[in-house]
């Protein structure tokens, strides 16, 4: 009697195989995400395995320095994002939700490199070539440089761009592309995990430039399995809501730079363009308010000048309601204790709601004392200054504490016709920004 042959079953969620099928997956908690590999599928799998060459170990130190250079994307906003430009053998991963404008950027990116003498190929397969050139038109980026391939076949994709010679490869998306060597369908683990790594041995083999485009989950995730971001030599994220002008490109893997730095992008009618003006976008000079207070925070080597709104209304039910958009929930809830406990401000009956304006999410401390001062400022009912900044980090005994770059941003203060800037600490160095020292919060109190 043949033996029968024991069957694999792989999620489709983040590539975890099981001899059994489960309803959950034990690796990232999955429901029904398991579908069973047939034999050609499990044997494409063991054939496309890497195997492990005869390289011996040398000393690190007879190792020579290698130079990485970079070019420009034509765009600013990308270039801060990527750390100084695009390197040649790159492999970039770009996500985002639907229609946050991820093939605009990238097709005004090919575009703009092509009008330079780079050979580029835009690679689709999720359009046809007359959507994209209408696309084209509006971003007024057709160059005879520019090719277009309507393909989602892997080896018709690498003929072209072995024969070619081409500088950079933008892949729209990674989940359309099929390589018949694995018998699954287009967007399963076992593809996307084997393109992935052939379009990696053709970036570093070639020193072609290559940007992947990657759906993402209902959870925000790029779908596919881990492994793809752990491949990529940098991943970037679209944030922003796609009903709105306003979008933001955000680094969270890059091995050529920083991850600290983040790309400012105005859609237009011409397609996404690098905002000018980033911090005018995020405050209102409009007269002053009650529960509006000014901020600085830094994102990466950018200082960006926020408006935080806060409103403060009596509870209509027995438990208060604490609602944050661009702050985090648990911090805005420990602010709130403390004004209960430093000041005896009856919050407990109160419900409270913060906004960050613009849509931007506040991910440092500098701008706890401007949260503070929102939530008095309407609590009182009484408008604070629209001239004036609040910048501090207040810890849970009320003392507000230093923060960094300080110059820098009452320097970007100064561009924007502030006078007036509540701080922990002066700066030693000379500003036209009038500073007040505040070190605890009962004295914030006191001076507004």
């Given at each position: 009697m043949a033996k029968k042959s024991l069957s694999i079953f792989e999620c489709q969620h983040c590539g975890f195989q099981s001899t059994?099928?489960?309803?959950?997956?034990?690796?990232?908690?999955?429901w029904e995400s398991f579908i069973e590999l047939s034999t050609s599928q499990i044997q494409a799998l063991k054939e496309t395995k890497v195997l492990l060459s005869n390289a011996s170990a040398i000393p690190i130190t007879s190792i020579e320095y290698e130079h990485i250079s970079k070019f420009s994307s034509s765009e600013e906003e990308l270039d801060i994002v990527l750390g100084g430009g695009i390197v040649p053998g790159g492999l970039y991963l770009v996500g985002g939700s639907p229609g946050v404008g991820k093939s605009t950027l990238l097709l005004k990116v090919g575009g703009g490199l092509a009008k330079t003498g780079k050979k580029i190929l835009y690679v689709s397969g999720e359009e046809s070539a007359g959507q994209i050139k209408l696309r084209a038109q509006r971003l007024k980026c057709i160059h005879e440089n520019l090719f277009l391939l309507n393909e989602i076949d892997l080896n018709s994709i690498k003929s072209n761009l072995i024969t070619k010679q081409y500088c950079i490869c933008i892949i729209d998306s990674i989940q359309t592309i099929y390589s018949p060597q694995v018998t699954s369908t287009p967007g399963s683990?076992?593809?996307?995990?084997?393109?992935?790594?052939?379009?990696?041995?053709?970036?570093?083999?070639?020193?072609?430039?290559?940007?992947?485009?990657?759906?993402?989950?209902?959870?925000?995730?790029?779908?596919?399995?881990?492994?793809l971001e752990h491949m990529v030599d940098t991943v970037l994220y679209f944030e922003g809501d796609p009903s709105r002008e306003l979008r933001m490109l955000r680094g969270f893997k890059n091995r050529f730079g920083t991850t600290s730095e983040i790309g400012i992008f105005e859609m237009r009618d011409d397609g996404l363009v690098s905002a000018k003006n980033a911090s005018k976008m995020f405050f209102s000079t409009k007269q002053s308010m009650p529960g509006s207070a000014i901020t600085v925070v830094l994102e990466g080597s950018r200082a960006l000048v926020l408006e935080i709104q806060a409103l403060v209304s009596e509870s209509s039910f027995?438990?208060?309601?604490?609602?944050?958009?661009?702050?985090?929930?648990?911090?805005?809830s420990m602010l709130l204790a403390l004004l209960e406990k430093k000041l005896e401000i009856p919050l407990n009956h109160y419900d409270v709601f913060i906004n960050v304006?613009?849509?931007?999410?506040?991910?440092?401390?500098?701008?706890?004392?401007?949260?503070?001062?929102?939530?008095?400022?309407?609590?009182?009912?009484?408008?604070?200054?629209?001239?004036?900044?609040?910048?501090?980090?207040?810890?849970?005994?009320?003392?507000?504490?230093?923060?960094?770059?300080?110059?820098?941003?009452?320097?970007?203060?100064?561009?924007?016709?502030?006078?007036?800037?509540?701080?922990?600490?002066?700066?030693?160095?000379?500003?036209?920004?009038?500073?007040?020292?505040?070190t605890e919060v009962t004295k914030l109190l006191d001076w507004m």
């Open positions: 059994k099928w489960m309803g959950k997956c034990s690796n990232c908690g999955a683990i076992s593809q996307v995990r084997e393109i992935t790594f052939e379009l990696m041995r053709l970036a570093k083999e070639y020193n072609i430039a290559i940007f992947i485009i990657g759906h993402i989950t209902k959870e925000g995730s790029i779908a596919g399995p881990r492994v027995g438990a208060p309601k604490r609602s944050a958009t661009g702050f985090d929930t648990n911090r805005l304006t613009g849509g931007i999410k506040i991910t440092e401390t500098s701008a706890d004392l401007a949260v503070i001062a929102s939530i008095l400022s309407s609590f009182r009912n009484r408008p604070l200054s629209n001239t004036t900044a609040f910048i501090g980090e207040v810890s849970l005994t009320g003392d507000i504490r230093e923060i960094g770059n300080i110059d820098m941003r009452l320097k970007e203060m100064e561009n924007y016709g502030f006078t007036k800037a509540i701080i922990p600490k002066k700066p030693n160095t000379h500003t036209k920004i009038k500073c007040f020292e505040v």
